[in-house]
């Protein structure tokens, strides 16, 4: 493995924010997300950290501590895999990327988390731009502020005056592409982000070679932004490890997907939050904005690669773009709704299972995270009502563990 990052050398005397973990026996429906499973009259034992048993009422154990939540929903925690948490939801990208000093930046990552906590999001998979998130990541580790488990990027790398060129790291030549790389990883990066086209491919292929390169021979997964076919299938076929954003798609690329087994994050939030004339307007959204958003939300066929990608067996993951104009930290319901609607998700389990269970497989937590079973850390929240059956039960989340810490 690489070097850790410098700041993993020192030593933490005492966390300023510490929590213990519970020991307590939960009752409620319990939503697993493993596959279709529902105890309508179940329990979730948490103790130690982790998850020590799960079932049927009638089999909970005889502990000192339990909770009967009234049937409330109990869940995985959720994740959400395309962020950027020192972007505030609120204001436009370029004029916060410009002008934010690095303070900031930190104080809205901060808030930022409190918010995704309170929503239920356990994990945040913060892709970048500028390098604030190396930092976050760091306050988070070192107890110095509460906050969901973190994978963060660094800077997302792009071709010298590349797409959102304001706030990324710029390279050219093959040689600035392996030195970006390196840059991430020094700073402590858990994976590798490239802005791989805009209206045009980005990169030449010696440069996109090497940056997919040098992130796999410091053992760190790549994912590229990719929004249309020619994109997609020449990341893919390149060796990114994910997908973020997707779009058109012939049946050829999502071939290469699949054979390659690469997951998509998509992200429909800004869409569908900004096609919304009420709330666009509260966030100053121009008009025009507004009735293209519309009119993309309304024509379903142009979401046809990503559904037709699902059906084949391409994993989708939920993502949201948070930290975009109207789309802040705690806004999940509406894409897990679009998610549904347009189709890459058949139905609400699936929808939940792709904010829970095929999150953590993407981010490398299948195996501890993402379902309610017995042995895994111990991720989870207490909804007021059947996210199952009503997606906006989600707006609800009452109670976020994290270890079996309560967070919130």
Known sequence: ???????????????????????????????????????????????????????????????ADKVDTGGKTLMPGMMNSHAHLSWDGIHE?????????????????????????????????????HDA???????????????????????SI?????HTYWVCREASGADEMRRAVRDQVKGGADLIKIMACHDTLEFTDDELHAVIDEAHRNRLPITAHATYN????????????????GGSMSDDTIKILLDKELPIVTTFS??????????????GIPEWKIEERKRAVADKSRFDGLVRAAKAGVPIVFGTDAGSPAVEHDR??????????????????????????????????????????????ADMIVVD????????????????????????
């Open 1 to 63: 493995m690489p070097e850790p990052a410098a700041w993993k050398y020192q030593k933490i005397t005492k966390p300023m924010f510490e929590a213990v973990a519970v020991d307590c026996v939960f009752f409620g429906r319990v939503v697993t997300c493993v596959g279709d499973d529902v105890f309508e009259d179940g329990f979730i034992h948490l103790k130690d950290g982790k998850i020590a048993a799960v079932g049927e009422r009638r089999d909970a154990p005889e502990v």
């Open 93 to 129: 990208l370029s004029q916060q990327s410009i002008f934010d000093p690095p303070e900031i930046r930190a104080y809205k990552a901060a808030g930022n988390m409190l918010k995704s906590l309170r929503a239920g999001i356990t994990l945040v998979r913060d892709l970048g731009v």
């Open 133 to 155: 998130n190396l930092f976050t990541k760091q306050a988070v580790a070192q107890g110095i502020f509460p906050g969901p488990r973190l994978l963060v990027s660094g800077e």
């Open 158 to 162: 792009i071709q010298t005056g590349g």
């Open 230 to 245: 020619d994109c997609i299938a020449r990341v893919a076929e390149f060796g990114v490890d994910c997908i973020e954003h």
């Open 270 to 283: 800004a869409l569908v939050i900004q096609a919304n004339e009420e709330i666009a307007r509260a966030f």
């Open 332 to 377: 999940i319901v509406p894409e897990l709704g679009f998610m549904v609607e347009v189709g890459v998700c058949p139905d609400n389990l699936d929808a939940l299972r792709a904010i829970t269970a095929r999150a953590a497989v993407l981010n490398g937590f299948g195996d501890t995270l993402g379902t309610l079973e017995a042995g895994k850390l």
């Open 385 to 408: 009502g059947k996210p199952d059956q009503d997606l906006a039960a989600l707006e609800k989340v009452e109670m976020t563990f994290i270890d079996g810490k309560r967070m919130h």
